[in-house]
C-alpha cells in the first residue's frame, strides 16, 4: 500500500473515533436536556388526606372520652362476704370498688351510713354490687316471725340447701306416729357460726338458722331435736317480702 493510502486509513480511522465521541456527546447531551424537564406534577389524593384527618380527630376524641370516663369513676359499695338475708348490715361487710357507672341504684361509698344498719333483704353474696333494692330498713323478722337453730340431718335435707331458700319443714313419722307438714320457713343461714351456703352432703349436727312463724317455732324445734325433722325446697333467691311463712299444722 502507498504511504498516501496509508495516510488515508489514518485519517479514516481517525474520523471514526472523532464521530463515535460526537455521538457519545450528544448521547449525554440529550440525556441531561431530559433530565432537566419539569417532571409531571404529582396527583393529588384529596380523599386520603381527608380519612388521615378524620383518623387523627376520631383518635384525639376516643382518648379524651377514655379520659373523662377514667375521671368519672366513682367508689361504690360492694359485698365483702355472704351475708344471710334479714341480717343486719355491718361497716365490715362491705369492701369499696371504683367503677365507671351511671346506675344510680348503687350505693357510693360516700353513701355509706345510709345502709349500715339496715338488714339484707335477700340473700347476699360475696363481690356483689350493693344497691338499694336489696336492703330494707326495718328489721324483716317481726313479732309474729322468730329464728330458729335446727340440727340437720342429710338424707332429710336436699342438696345444696343455703341462705334464700324457701322451704317446707315436716315432721317425719316413725313406726307409730304419721309424718305432717309443720310450716314453710326461709333459710337465713347454714353452718355453726353463719356465712356457708353450700350443704351437699352436710354431716349430721350441722346447723341452720330457719325463719319460722312463731306458732310453729315450738314444733320445729322438737322435730329437730328428735332427728325428725325433714327439709322440702319450695324455691330459691327469696326474700322475706316474696314468701307467706305460714304454720301448717297446729302446734301440739
Do not use: C, F, H
Amino acid at each position: 500500500m502507498t504511504q498516501d493510502g496509508r495516510a488515508d486509513a489514518g485519517t479514516s480511522k481517525d474520523d471514526r473515533q472523532r464521530q463515535r465521541a460526537a455521538r457519545g456527546v450528544r448521547s449525554r447531551a440529550a440525556s441531561a436536556s431530559a433530565d432537566a424537564r419539569p417532571s409531571p406534577p404529582r396527583r393529588r389524593r384529596p380523599a386520603l388526606a381527608a380519612l388521615a384527618v378524620l383518623l387523627i380527630v376520631g383518635g384525639a376524641a376516643l382518648a379524651g372520652l377514655l379520659a373523662l370516663r377514667l375521671d368519672s369513676r366513682e367508689y361504690v359499695l360492694v359485698v365483702r362476704a355472704d351475708i344471710p338475708v334479714g341480717t343486719e348490715i355491718t361497716a365490715d361487710q362491705l369492701l369499696r370498688k371504683r367503677v365507671a357507672s351511671e346506675d344510680d341504684l348503687l350505693i357510693r361509698e360516700t353513701d355509706a351510713s345510709i345502709v349500715i344498719g339496715t338488714y339484707a333483704r335477700t340473700s347476699l353474696r360475696a363481690g356483689q354490687y350493693l344497691d338499694t333494692t336489696m336492703v330494707v330498713t326495718d328489721p324483716p323478722v317481726t313479732g309474729d316471725l322468730v329464728r330458729v337453730g335446727v340440727g340437720l340431718v342429710s338424707t332429710n335435707v336436699p342438696p345444696g340447701l343455703r341462705s334464700g331458700d324457701e322451704v317446707q319443714l315436716i315432721r317425719v313419722g316413725d313406726g307409730t306416729n304419721p309424718p305432717g307438714a309443720l310450716a314453710t320457713g326461709l333459710v337465713q343461714q347454714i353452718g355453726a357460726t353463719g356465712g356457708g351456703d353450700g350443704l351437699g352432703s352436710a354431716p349430721q349436727g350441722q346447723l341452720a338458722t330457719l325463719v319460722v312463724p312463731s306458732a310453729a317455732a315450738e314444733a320445729v324445734v322438737d322435730a329437730s331435736a328428735n332427728g325428725r325433722l325433714g327439709i322440702a325446697l319450695i324455691s330459691r333467691g327469696a326474700t322475706l317480702d316474696d314468701v307467706s311463712l305460714t304454720v301448717l299444722e297446729p302446734a301440739s
